[in-house]
């Protein structure tokens, strides 16, 4: 059974950092690429940076590059995702994912290319 269990939210002021751990079991990790989704209330689901299987490939929604980093500990299975600066509109509740295809080439944006979730963890910016 895959697990995902996401760490370090939290209520920050804008302009702050909060450093997001998830930690992966049951599954290759190492084979896997890994995903931070995030959802605002009213608003969908989206793919906000992503790191392929072999961390050569990331991904960065427009709105957060420059600002956050993604990066992976294939001896601990963990996935990180680094967010400087932020911002109120970066207010969400923070998902981890694992990619559904092993060893795909890239990072995919679709919910639908990860088949297995965290259960979340609230990041709150004030301004």
């Known amino acids: 059974q895959v697990q995902l269990v996401e760490s370090g939210g939290g209520l920050v002021q804008a302009g702050g950092s909060l450093r997001l751990s998830c930690a992966a079991s049951g599954r290759t990790f190492s084979s896997y690429a890994m995903g931070w989704f995030r959802q605002a209330p009213g608003k969908e689901r989206e793919l906000v940076a992503g790191i392929s299987w072999s961390g050569g490939n990331t991904y960065f929604a427009d709105s957060v590059k420059g600002r956050f980093t993604i990066s992976r500990d294939g001896a601990k299975n963990m996935v990180y995702l680094q967010m400087n600066r932020l911002k109120p509109e970066d207010t969400a509740v923070y998902y981890c994912?694992?990619?559904?295809?092993?060893?795909?080439?890239?990072?995919?944006?679709?919910?639908?290319?990860?088949?297995?979730w965290g259960q979340g963890t609230q990041v709150t910016v004030s301004s």
């Open positions: 994912a694992i990619d559904r295809t092993f060893r795909r080439v890239g990072v995919r944006d679709r919910e639908e290319e990860y088949d297995y």
